[in-house]
């Protein structure tokens, strides 16, 4: 079982940057991934990033690259979402995500999921 908790989030303006941070407990395997999946009121949820666990194999949604950052420390077994540039339309839900699976940017194909963390970015 596997276990996400978000947080990190907050209100910050445009152009100002948050770290996001995901705690992970319960079995991992070593081809696990974690991903930042994000939901904006009354959207469907959008894939932003995704790491390898052991690799550090990244993905990033074109609409975040050169801007967001995911990274992982194995050892605290934390993953992170460095987010620069903010701009409103990044207001959402940020939800960590996780599969026993190479990484992905297919949204459904994650099987365990945090909490969610509210990131609101103000004009």
């Known amino acids: 079982q596997v276990q996400l908790v978000e947080s990190g989030g907050g209100l910050v303006q445009a152009g100002g940057s948050l770290r996001l941070s995901c705690a992970v407990s319960?079995?991992?395997?070593?081809?696990?991934?974690m991903a930042w999946i994000r939901q904006a009121p009354g959207k469907e949820r959008e894939f932003v990033a995704a790491?390898?666990?052991?690799?550090?194999?990244?993905l990033y949604a074109g609409s975040v690259k050169g801007r967001f950052t995911i990274s992982r420390d194995n050892a605290k077994n934390t993953v992170y979402l460095r987010m620069n540039s903010l701009k409103p339309e990044d207001t959402a839900v940020y939800y960590c995500?996780?599969?026993?699976?190479?990484?992905?940017?297919?949204?459904?194909?994650?099987?365990?999921w945090g909490q969610g963390t509210q990131v609101t970015v103000s004009s």
């Open positions: 995500a996780a599969r026993a699976a190479p990484a992905t940017a297919q949204v459904e194909l994650y099987h365990y």
């Open positions: 319960g079995r991992t395997f070593s081809s696990t991934a």
């Open positions: 790491i390898s666990w052991s690799v550090g194999l990244t």
